[in-house]
């Protein structure tokens, strides 16, 4: 298992760049290696310095071939961090095993 607290707006990402990445994080889930990315700390507004107005999704942990961890808050009931993002993408469509 790899763990990496690295992310970037996913816009800011250029698609091909993108693409190139993807393709080396499949061949190292072929290999059973496990990819584990921050969410990010902006929550769905990404690094946007104003209001949400757009959901903006964080790279690489808005790619369908690593998992995307986000923060928790809280002790009893523990819950999700609001500044924690992740889940989706603008680049990708869903996975199939993500639909239900």
């Not at 607290?5 to 190139?20: K, L, M, Q, W």
């Not at 002790?75 to 924690?84: D, H, K, Q």
């Amino acid at each position: 298992t790899i763990s990496v607290s690295y992310g970037d707006d996913e816009p800011g990402v250029n698609f091909g760049y993108a693409t190139r990445v993807n393709a080396e994080f499949q061949k190292m889930g072929a290999r059973g290696i496990s990819i584990m990315f921050a969410s990010g700390d902006g929550g769905v507004s990404g690094s946007q310095p104003s209001d949400c107005t757009t959901f903006i999704p964080t790279f690489p942990a808005a790619s369908p071939w690593v998992t995307a961890v986000g923060g928790t808050q809280g002790y009893n009931p523990e819950t999700a961090a609001s500044l924690s993002a992740g889940g989706f993408s603008n680049y990708w469509a869903r996975p199939t095993y993500q639909i239900d």
